[in-house]
């Protein structure tokens, strides 16, 4: 059966530091990948998505970045982080478009 | 590019009773994917229901129901018999067909709160 793992599920990190979010898949091959930001009691966000191993989209200018090192791996990294980079962020697949199945999140927060 | 929007913010309804919760997307596509997701307070995504472009039929799931308005590019969500279960954000949203595009795009969301 298919799975998504993300972690860590809480982090608080200062002003400057560097984040990375990992998110890997398991029970399917060459899904696309998402990873959105969710503030307080809105929507999604779609930060970037990747059709293909090495293949990212950015939909929005920040101080984000993503990288797909491999077939079913999504990271989510910064240099610095700033205190608007605080959020919800979701990290999900799906398979030509269909249903998307998404982690169960992290919060983070940066102080 | 593809848009998205939910121009409810906040609903609610009483228990047993039923409630419509509207979507209207921009898109020239002719072949696309709509769904519904809840978010309850987990903030756990869980999908409500899938209408494929291509099918006239509209979509049912059970108590969940949606009316697919192709050429008003408007896709609502009827929840029949609401439960104090169904309190929770939905999501409206939108992908292309086969994501070779990659896109699925959300709505703002609509928080529903359920009243006994």
């Known amino acids: 059966s298919q799975t998504i793992h993300q972690w860590p599920a809480t982090l608080v990190q200062p002003v400057g530091s560097p984040l990375s979010l990992e998110c890997t898949v398991e029970?399917?091959?060459?899904?696309?990948l998402y990873w959105y930001r969710q503030a307080a009691g809105r929507g999604l966000q779609l930060l970037f998505y990747?059709?293909?191993?090495?293949?990212i989209s950015s939909e929005v200018p920040q101080n984000l970045s993503a990288s797909r090192p491999q077939d079913r791996q999504f990271i989510l990294s910064s240099k610095k982080l700033l205190l608007s980079d605080s959020g919800f962020y979701l990290c999900a697949w799906s398979y030509r478009g269909g249903k998307a199945f998404f982690g169960q999140g992290t919060r983070l927060t940066v102080v | 590019a593809q848009t998205v929007t939910q121009s409810q913010p906040e609903m609610s309804v009483q228990e047993a009773e039923t409630v419509t919760l509207s979507c209207t997307y921009d898109?020239?596509?002719?072949?696309?994917?709509l769904f519904w997701y809840k978010q309850p307070p987990s903030r756990q995504m869980i999908l409500v229901i899938r209408q494929e472009a291509y099918k006239q039929q509209n979509a049912t799931e059970n108590r969940f129901s949606v009316n697919f308005q192709k050429a008003a590019k408007s896709f609502s969500l009827k929840i029949s018999d609401s439960q104090l279960g169904d309190t929770a954000m939905y999501f409206c949203?939108?992908?292309?067909?086969?994501?070779?595009?990659?896109?699925?795009?959300f709505g703002k969301g609509t928080k529903l709160s359920v009243k006994p």
């Open positions: 898109t020239s596509e002719n072949n696309y994917y």
């Open positions: 949203a939108f992908s292309d067909y086969g994501g070779s595009q990659g896109n699925l795009i």
């Open positions: 029970g399917t091959s060459n899904p696309n």
């Open positions: 990747s059709v293909g191993i090495g293949q």
